[in-house]
């Protein structure tokens, strides 16, 4: 029995599979090793993808509203260069805004707490006091430790030991850690000129991809890739508006109900909390923290009612807000996205959080659809074999 060409394809393709995921499986441990290594070195140009992605954000919205009506050869050229250093410069606005906000309150809550640290020493020393004078035993504790006798050689060879290996060990941190630094501004500066050339050519590195598709797949499957490329892109796109979004939201949402409440520092927590909403979910509860901090320092119990009034607006954002605003934004409902954050959490951290939503937005888009279509042919064929009489008779359902 012969096998046409067809037949002899699929065949190599499982047996190269099959080959592939046993060396995997075999070889997992330098396999795990060579992924790490070259993660390491690509790391500046994925940086840099994902910088130009943001970027692209107010970039095709300054292209397409502020500077639509700029066309001609002259205007074209020098198009692109205004709308990158405008995207820039917006990015920049919007974090120079929030260092204006923020550390002049910073500054003001570290000169608060100067001054109330001695204060609250004081208080804490009277109150061992008056503890003492309660509980003689402890007093009578703390005489034995000043009588007790130090062996101050040991001491002060324990010292000398710790300082010598200290030095050493600090010498090599400060050498680690100024390396890490120089690579750290490095692969930065990489990742900003890698993010710059892929804006000012997104087009033509668009084509480029299309054309390589185009060439090493069929048909069939240049267009499913393809469209699964636009629907990723479309709900990263939406999912990082939706974000923000919900994130300004939160932010005025403690500005005004602080302001309402008499609690200090409103507009201080809103900026906070905004910016660590970007992380979903459970991103503002940093900002709880912080917040909490500085208003213990002025009244602890106020403090205590700034906690539970963040748990009621938490829970109003978390089950009502950000479900519709981010969900509504990349077309995935309450639950899949309550499970997406959970999921990419315990897997990924914060990275997953942020990915897992447009990812599990696009399987769930592509599952819909190929569901739909299933459902719809399993009707069409259920249709046909209805016998005639069934038809004439009325006992048909109405699909």
């Known amino acids: 029995m012969g096998f046409d060409k067809v ?3 699929q065949i190599r393709g499982i047996i190269l599979f099959v080959a592939v995921l046993l060396a995997i499986m075999l070889y997992s441990g330098s396999v795990l090793s060579g992924l790490v290594l070259l993660f390491g070195i690509l790391q500046p140009f994925l ?17 397409e509203k502020l500077l639509k009506r700029w066309k001609g050869k002259v205007a074209a050229r020098i198009k692109r260069p205004i709308c990158i250093l405008l995207s820039i410069l917006a990015l920049l606005l919007v974090v120079g805004l929030v260092i204006w906000i923020v550390v002049p309150q910073i500054t003001e809550t570290v000169t608060e707490l100067a001054v109330q640290i001695p204060v609250f020493f004081s208080d804490l020393l009277k109150e061992l006091e008056k503890l003492s004078k309660s509980y003689p035993q402890i007093w ?3 005489q034995e430790l000043e009588h007790m006798e130090i062996d101050w050689e040991a001491v002060l060879e324990s010292v000398i030991s710790f300082l010598k290996s200290g030095m050493g060990s600090m010498l090599t941190s400060t050498v680690s850690i100024a390396s890490s630094l120089i690579g750290g501004i490095f692969n930065a500066f990489i990742s900003f000129i ?4 892929i804006l000012a050519q997104k087009e033509k590195l668009a084509d480029q991809g299309k054309r390589i598709l185009r060439a090493y797949c069929s048909e069939k499957w240049y267009e499913k890739v393809l469209k699964v490329l636009q629907l990723l892109n479309r709900n990263f796109s939406n999912f990082i508006s ?14 005004i109900v602080m302001s309402i409440f008499g609690f200090p520092y409103a507009v201080l ?8 909403a970007l992380i979903p979910i459970v991103g503002a509860f940093v900002g ?5 901090f500085l208003i213990l320092i002025n009244n602890p119990l106020q403090a205590l009612w700034f906690i539970i ?7 109003i954002e978390g089950n009502l807000i950000y479900p519709r605003v981010v969900g509504s934004s990349v077309g995935l409902p309450s639950i899949w996205v309550l499970l997406a954050v959970s999921v990419g959490g315990s897997l990924l951290g914060v990275l997953g959080m942020l990915v897992f939503i447009p990812i599990v937005s696009t399987f769930y888009a592509l599952l819909r659809e190929n569901v739909n279509l299933r459902n719809s042919q399993r009707i069409k064929e259920d249709v046909k074999n209805v016998p005639e009489d069934q038809e004439e008779s009325g006992d048909s359902e109405d699909l």
């Not at 940086?47 to 292209?63: H, K, M, T, Y």
């Not at 927590?269 to 660590?276: D, P, S």
């Not at 709880?288 to 909490?292: D, E, F, P, R, Y």
């Not at 009034?309 to 829970?315: E, G």
């Open 47 to 63: 940086v840099g993808a994902a910088i130009a992605f943001v970027l692209n954000l107010p970039l095709r919205g300054i292209e």
């Open 194 to 197: 890698f993010a710059i050339y």
């Open 288 to 292: 709880c923290i912080v917040g909490a």
């Open 242 to 255: 939706g974000q923000c979004l919900e994130a300004l939201i939160l932010g005025t949402m403690f500005v």
């Open 7 to 9: 037949k002899m394809r």
């Open 309 to 315: 009034m963040f748990l009621i607006i938490q829970q």
């Open 269 to 276: 927590v809103g900026v906070l909390v905004a910016c660590t």
């Open 140 to 142: 009578e504790y703390v």
